[in-house]
């Protein structure tokens, strides 16, 4: 199913442009001084944020907890700077300049005299309160403070501030330095200026900016847990990792839902012996396949890390499901998985986490590879319509008692309206 090159590119393009427009907020808002950014963390997400800034001109203090880390941190960020130069994207002298801009320290303190503040420790709640708590203290009024978590509650985040309208999410993706999109989280009580000036930033170092709302993995992270979700279901239904994964790349996209996984590593939020609600991938990380770093995951990989299917996957997903090995059609797999998506979309509009069904879009674009010919996660379900979608999510639902079926598909239904024409009167915290 396609649509026309030119229909989507323009489509996108509007999308695009339109991401950037915050509802409420005008030209004229006095907008906060920027000169100084501070990042706390020099790891992957850490150090490739601050690289954006760094290669922006704007000087960048950034803090780690110990040396060995710091010096770790830096010798990569010049690593990447280096490999950009030898590439010919920019002179040599540039790499010099760039790393200029950073002054490492090992105490938070040295964040006093910083305008903009982005935290980038590990995703537990705990510990970024407690980096929250301390900031309260160390940053000088009107600094930005703001959180790079990818899902965790920004209110909470910020409820351990004295200055919470001066919190706000900003969700880079990884890697940092090259991925183009930026959610801008607004949490309930983040200033307009502080909205506007970070949608102002976002421009200023080369991102596509979307304004999103507080709620469990914000926009994209969101509607991919429920691609997640089902995926995972067809595996307890005997369907193999590998027939998912090759689905999705006929559907267009690079990686399917188990090659990124084994990208982005199993382990991530599991600890040896840990039982949560996916038993396969537990197997798999007691057996040290834990994706691409450690040469297996649920795919074994050769020297060039070429994925190939695993029989050691495959016993172990027999030995838990119990099922018999399955076959789906390819448009089935991905009905199957992405229309879950469409209603998940629906459900952020509802509850007002995305200021337009364009948006969600441009998320999906730029931050997770969805296919360019398909325009978006909104675009596609007018090419499938609204009745395709509503019979599909009632067959689900009747099946899992907790899939819920979104009211604007039923309404879209009866109405005969389009997707990307929903208006539920933009973001709202």
């Given at each position: 199913m396609t649509d026309s090159d030119a229909r989507v590119a323009a489509y996108l393009q509007q999308a695009a442009q339109e991401a950037w427009n915050v509802k409420g907020i005008g030209d004229d808002l006095p907008r906060r001084k920027i000169e100084r950014v501070g990042i706390i963390g020099a790891g992957t997400m850490g150090g490739g944020i601050s690289m954006n800034f760094a290669s922006a001109g704007l000087p960048v203090t950034i803090v780690e907890t110990k040396q060995e880390a710091l010096d770790r941190g830096l010798t990569t960020i010049r690593n990447n700077y280096q490999r950009s130069a030898d590439r010919g994207r920019f002179p040599q002298e540039e790499v010099d300049i760039c790393m200029n801009c950073y002054t490492p320290s090992l105490d938070l303190?040295?964040?006093?005299?910083?305008?903009?503040?982005?935290?980038?420790?590990?995703?537990?709640?705990?510990?970024?309160?407690?980096?929250?708590?301390?900031?309260?203290?160390?940053?000088?009024?009107?600094?930005?403070?703001?959180?790079?978590?990818?899902?965790?509650?920004?209110?909470?985040?910020?409820?351990?501030?004295?200055?919470?309208?001066?919190?706000?999410?900003?969700?880079?993706?990884?890697?940092?330095?090259?991925?183009?999109?930026?959610?801008?989280?607004?949490?309930?009580?983040?200033?307009?200026?502080?909205?506007?000036?970070?949608?102002?930033?976002?421009?200023?170092?080369?991102?596509?900016?979307?304004?999103?709302?507080?709620?469990?993995?914000?926009?994209?992270?969101?509607?991919?847990?429920?691609?997640?979700?089902?995926?995972?279901?067809?595996?307890?239904?005997?369907?193999?990792?590998?027939?998912?994964?090759?689905?999705?790349?006929?559907?267009?996209?690079?990686?399917?839902?188990?090659?990124m996984s084994d990208l982005a590593g199993l382990d991530i939020g599991w600890k040896k012996g840990a039982k949560t609600a996916n038993s396969i991938r537990d197997a798999l990380c007691e057996l040290d396949r834990r994706g691409q770093k450690t040469g297996a995951g649920y795919y074994d990989y050769d020297e060039n890390r070429k994925n190939?299917?695993?029989?050691?996957?495959?016993?172990?997903?027999?030995?838990?499901?119990?099922?018999?090995?399955?076959?789906?059609?390819?448009?089935?797999?991905?009905?199957?998985?992405?229309?879950?998506?469409?209603?998940?979309?629906?459900?952020?509009?509802?509850?007002?986490?995305?200021?337009?069904?364009?948006?969600?879009?441009?998320?999906?674009?730029?931050?997770?590879?969805?296919?360019?010919?398909?325009?978006?996660?909104?675009?596609?379900?007018?090419?499938?319509?609204?009745?395709?979608?509503?019979?599909?999510?009632?067959?689900?639902?009747?099946?899992?008692?907790?899939?819920?079926?979104?009211?604007?598909l039923e309404e879209l239904v009866s109405t005969g309206g389009r997707f990307v024409d929903i208006d539920t009167g933009g973001l709202k915290v």
């Open positions: 303190s040295a964040l006093a005299d910083c305008d903009l503040i982005i935290e980038a420790v590990f995703e537990d709640m705990d510990i970024k309160k407690s980096v929250f708590s301390q900031l309260d203290k160390i940053a000088k009024p009107g600094a930005i403070l703001a959180t790079n978590t990818s899902a965790l509650n920004i209110d909470e985040i910020s409820s351990v501030t004295t200055r919470p309208e001066d919190v706000i999410g900003l969700h880079f993706f990884s890697p940092a330095n090259v991925m183009r999109l930026l959610e801008i989280v607004r949490a309930e009580k983040t200033a307009d200026d502080v909205v506007a000036t970070s949608v102002d930033l976002a421009r200023h170092i080369g991102k596509v900016a979307t304004l999103v709302g507080v709620c469990p993995g914000f926009v994209g992270n969101r509607i991919l847990f429920a691609r997640q979700y089902q995926a995972n279901a067809l595996i307890y239904e005997g369907i193999m990792p590998w027939d998912i994964d090759a689905a999705f790349n006929e559907f267009g996209f690079k990686m399917g839902p188990f090659q190939l299917p695993s029989e050691i996957t495959a016993e172990i997903i027999r030995d838990i499901t119990g099922a018999g090995d399955a076959t789906l059609s390819p448009e089935a797999i991905i009905d199957r998985c992405v229309i879950p998506m469409i209603n998940e979309a629906l459900a952020i509009l509802e509850e007002n986490k995305a200021q337009r069904p364009s948006d969600i879009d441009v998320v999906w674009i730029n931050g997770y590879g969805w296919p360019l010919d398909k325009g978006g996660v909104m675009y596609y379900a007018d090419m499938l319509g609204a009745e395709k979608v509503l019979a599909v999510m009632k067959d689900l639902a009747a099946s899992d008692e907790s899939i819920r079926v979104s009211p604007l």
